[in-house]
C-alpha cells in the first residue's frame, strides 16, 4: 500500500521561513508533488520533484530525497495569502496515467 | 489555461438515488481523475480515465461506476447513493506533465 505523512498543522509569522515535511512508503515510485488549497477552493499545482534535491520556483522550493522517502515544501517570505493547506503527493506509474495518492494535508497558518 | 469544469457546486440527493457527477475538461487531455476528500483524510481516488472508454478502479471504487464516452467528459456516478458518500468531489485531468488541473468540486450531501 501507499502512505505519506505530513504534520496536520503549522503556525509561522508573515515574512518567516516554513518548512512542511513529507515521508512516504510506496512501491513504484516515480515523484513527489505539492499542492496547495485555499478554503474553499480547489488544489493547484506547485511543484514536482522526480529527481534528488532542489526545485525553485520563486518563494516556494521543494526538495526530494528517494534514498530517505522524504520531501519538504520550503515557504519564504511568508505572505497571508500564503494561508492554506498544503499537499504532497506521491506519483506513481503503475499501469496507464499519472496516478497520485495524497497526504492528509498540512494547514498553514500566518499570522501577523 | 486549462479548464475543468464541474457541473454543480452544491448538490443534495436523497439515500438510493442515482447520482452523475460531470466533469468537462477543454484542453484534449488523456487523463483524467475523480477523487473525493474527507477533512483528515485528504484526497482519495475513486477512479480515473487514460483514454476513451478506458478506465481503472482507484483506491476507493466501491459504490461508484465512471463513464468516458467522449475525451473531454468524465463523469462519476454513484448508483444508489448512501449517506457514507457524502463528500467534496474533485475531478482533475493532466496530459504528460506532473501537474493535476482540478475542477471546483461538487460538494455532495446524501440525505
Known amino acids: 500500500g501507499q502512505s505519506l505523512e505530513q504534520p496536520s498543522e503549522v503556525t509561522a509569522v508573515e515574512g518567516a521561513i516554513v518548512q512542511i515535511n513529507c515521508t512516504y512508503q510506496t512501491s513504484g515510485f516515480y515523484g513527489l508533488s505539492w499542492y496547495q488549497q485555499h478554503d474553499g477552493g480547489a488544489p493547484t499545482f506547485l511543484s514536482y520533484n522526480a529527481l534528488d534535491g532542489l526545485e525553485e520556483t520563486g518563494r516556494f522550493s521543494s526538495f526530494l530525497s528517494r534514498s530517505d522517502s522524504y520531501g519538504y515544501l520550503l515557504l519564504q517570505e511568508l505572505q497571508m495569502k500564503d494561508s492554506a493547506s498544503y499537499f504532497c503527493?506521491?506519483?506513481?506509474?503503475?499501469?496507464?496515467?499519472?496516478?497520485?495518492?495524497f497526504g492528509t494535508g498540512t494547514q498553514l497558518k500566518v499570522e501577523l | 489555461d486549462v479548464k475543468v469544469t464541474q457541473s454543480s457546486r452544491y448538490l443534495v440527493k436523497r439515500t438510493g438515488e442515482k447520482v452523475f457527477l460531470e466533469c468537462v475538461q477543454d484542453?484534449?487531455?488523456?487523463?483524467m481523475f475523480w477523487y473525493r476528500q474527507d477533512p483528515g483524510l485528504g484526497l482519495r481516488l475513486i477512479y480515473f480515465?487514460?483514454?476513451?472508454?478506458?478506465?481503472e478502479k482507484g483506491d476507493i471504487p466501491e459504490g461508484y461506476s465512471v463513464s468516458r464516452e467522449k475525451k473531454e467528459r468524465f463523469s462519476l456516478i454513484l448508483e444508489s447513493a448512501s449517506t457514507n458518500q457524502t463528500s467534496m468531489y474533485l475531478c482533475a485531468s493532466e496530459q504528460g506533465s506532473y501537474g493535476y488541473t482540478f475542477g471546483s468540486g461538487t460538494r455532495l450531501t446524501v440525505v
Open positions: 484542453m484534449d487531455h488523456e487523463n
Open positions: 503527493a506521491v506519483r506513481r506509474g503503475t499501469g496507464g496515467g499519472n496516478k497520485l495518492t
Open positions: 480515465s487514460y483514454d476513451v472508454k478506458m478506465k
